[in-house]
């Protein structure tokens, strides 16, 4: 679907030069006398990259047609990971590549909303929140406080976040999903995030999706 170049959006998907790119950022710009312009950030959904592009006013732009199809990670075996399309029963297969900085989030059980195009999935969208348990970090110090600097900590998949002096092995700590990064959940971050969802602030960083009441509830009682 056509359209001028003036209404594109952040979080569109455009065809641009056959490929389906996600607006990442942009902004309208009219440099002196110049005519009006639209400054794009870019991200190719096939490849992962970004990239920097300038639109005219009078140039027009297609629109993606996209669909989503939920799916749940069901195992990994090699470089392939297996889902399953939850809507049919469908199995498929996403490697390594593909999914890129998300593969290291994948836990059997996990649901997933996978973006597809031209009848294949190009991409993923992570839930908003994870719970996982810590397995290695530095000894919580006497003077640890709530507003304490951070430290490195290994989780139970393997991955190394920060978090507050206060966590020690074996917690369970929530994560909040930012731009696909996932980071320690402070309250005022888990109160921030649905108090703009509730808003339906549809621009928020953090998409709302799956928020189970342990990922939420969880590390209460060290606040």
């Known amino acids: 679907m056509a359209m001028p170049a003036t209404q594109i959006r952040r979080g569109m998907v455009l065809v641009f030069e056959g490929q389906p790119c996600r607006v990442v950022e942009f902004r309208h710009h009219t ?3 110049l005519r009006a312009m ?32 939920d799916l ?8 392939t990971y297996h889902f399953m399309n939850v809507e049919n029963y469908d199995q498929l297969e996403m490697d390594e590549e593909m999914l890129g900085d998300n593969a290291q989030w994948m836990q059997p059980g996990m649901r997933i909303v996978a973006e597809y195009y031209d009848g294949r999935p190009i991409g993923i969208q ?3 929140t994870l719970t996982l348990e810590v397995v290695d ?18 989780l139970e998949n ?3 976040v920060n978090v507050p002096e206060f966590v020690s092995v074996g917690d369970h700590t929530s994560l909040l999903n930012g731009n696909d990064q ?27 999706g799956v928020a189970t009441s342990n990922a939420v509830s969880a590390r209460t009682e060290a606040w």
């Open 31 to 33: 440099p002196g006398n």
């Open 38 to 69: 639209v400054q794009a950030k870019l991200k190719n959904l096939r490849t992962g990259s970004s990239f920097e592009h300038r639109f005219r006013a009078a140039d027009s732009i297609e629109k993606a047609s996209m669909e989503t199809h």
């Open 72 to 79: 749940e990670f069901l195992y990994q075996g090699g470089d």
């Open 126 to 128: 992570l839930p908003n």
């Open 137 to 154: 970090t530095a000894p919580v110090m006497k003077t640890a406080t709530k507003t304490a600097s951070s430290k490195p900590a290994k």
């Open 158 to 160: 393997g991955v190394t």
């Open 182 to 208: 996932y980071t320690f959940a402070t309250r005022d971050a888990i109160v921030a995030f649905f108090d703009r969802w509730i808003r339906g602030d549809t621009d928020a960083t953090i998409r709302f």
